[in-house]
């Protein structure tokens, strides 16, 4: 099975190295010195003191006409509309296109989509990109995967061929799916960020505590989610298995980059609007984030 892949960052360098096992991969990427790297020298996982080597092929993302027979998307929500129009140009068979983004921004988008089947996942490892080639696996989960709309068969067979070590679990119901990491992203991501903590401090300090309760409910009364109790559990959950770890939105702050704030905290506000329901605290964090976004802050 040909599986392509868009973006070589952490989540894309971590599919292309566990895929390549037992799969003909391709790694698309943005820059042609990154294709250049990778063709060169492979790519690298390191976990803890291991390391594996894979040899995907790598190309540059201009050099993509969706004949793979899966391909998986793994760049940001915020990069991804140069890639929904080359899909809205492609004229061959349907193709099969498997989201691995964070939040529910990307849904607005892939409502464009005519004529392609369209998967959505969720992705639970822990990676960081540490150089072109080079990623670690720091956090060992599964991917979620489940079916947006049309044919299920490329993602059936995709995830009954998958690697043990790199399992794929196939779900129902992608809107669940979606949901629960999104309340555990719309929690951990920006209270992280903004108070600049691990996210075992949101469970272990009682003040971040409170806090982190108050937006969890906020959050499920904006998506009509009655069991504040059981998602709080969750969250809280989810902070201790990763105590230590830095959340993505405060890495991304320290890193001067961009973050997923639209793709989180704007979709929750956009359906708040559209519901006529008050979100005061998703809304006053969502200003913090820009605005540091703005200040191209990491506070280091
Ligand atoms: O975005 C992240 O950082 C992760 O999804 C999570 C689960 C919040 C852990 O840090």
Redesign the pocket.
């Given at each position: 099975m040909k599986i392509g892949i868009i973006g070589a960052g952490s989540i894309g360098l971590l599919f292309a190295s566990y895929l390549d096992q037992d799969f003909d991969v391709t790694l698309y990427t943005r820059t042609k010195e990154q294709a250049a790297e990778i063709n060169q020298n492979g790519v690298c996982v390191k976990n803890g003191s291991s390391e594996m080597a894979a040899l995907p092929k790598a190309k540059a993302f201009a050099e993509w006409n969706g004949t793979d027979h899966l391909t998986i998307i793994t760049v940001k929500q915020y990069q991804l509309q140069p890639i929904i129009e080359r899909i809205g140009k492609l004229t061959d068979d349907p193709s099969n296109l498997l989201f691995l983004q964070?939040g529910m921004g990307h849904l607005e988008l892939l409502q464009s989509i005519q004529g392609h089947n369209l998967f959505v996942g969720t992705?639970?490892h822990?990676a960081l990109r540490e150089n072109l080639n080079t990623v670690r696996h720091n956090?060992e989960g599964v991917t979620n995967a489940a079916v947006f709309r049309g044919s299920p068969e490329r993602l059936v067979e995709f995830s009954s061929k998958v690697p043990a070590n790199f399992p794929v679990i196939l779900r129902e119901n992608y809107y669940e799916m979606l949901v629960n990491?999104l309340i555990?992203?719309a929690v951990?991501?920006p209270l992280?960020a903004v108070l600049y903590v691990t996210?075992g401090m949101l469970v272990s300090n009682p003040f971040y505590l409170e806090t982190a309760k108050r937006l969890t409910a906020e959050v499920c009364f904006i998506l009509n989610i009655e069991n504040v109790n059981a998602q709080l559990k969750r969250v809280a959950g989810?902070c201790q298995n990763?105590f230590n770890?830095?959340?993505?939105?405060?890495?991304d702050l320290e890193n001067g980059r961009l973050t997923?704030v639209d793709a989180i905290l704007g979709y929750l506000l956009r359906v708040a609007a559209r519901n006529e329901k008050p979100a005061p605290l998703v809304e006053a964090l969502c200003w913090m984030i820009r605005g540091k976004e703005l200040d191209g802050e990491g506070e280091s």
């Open positions: 964070n992705v639970e822990g956090g990491k555990v992203n951990i991501n992280t996210n989810v990763t770890n830095r959340s993505s939105m405060l890495k997923e």
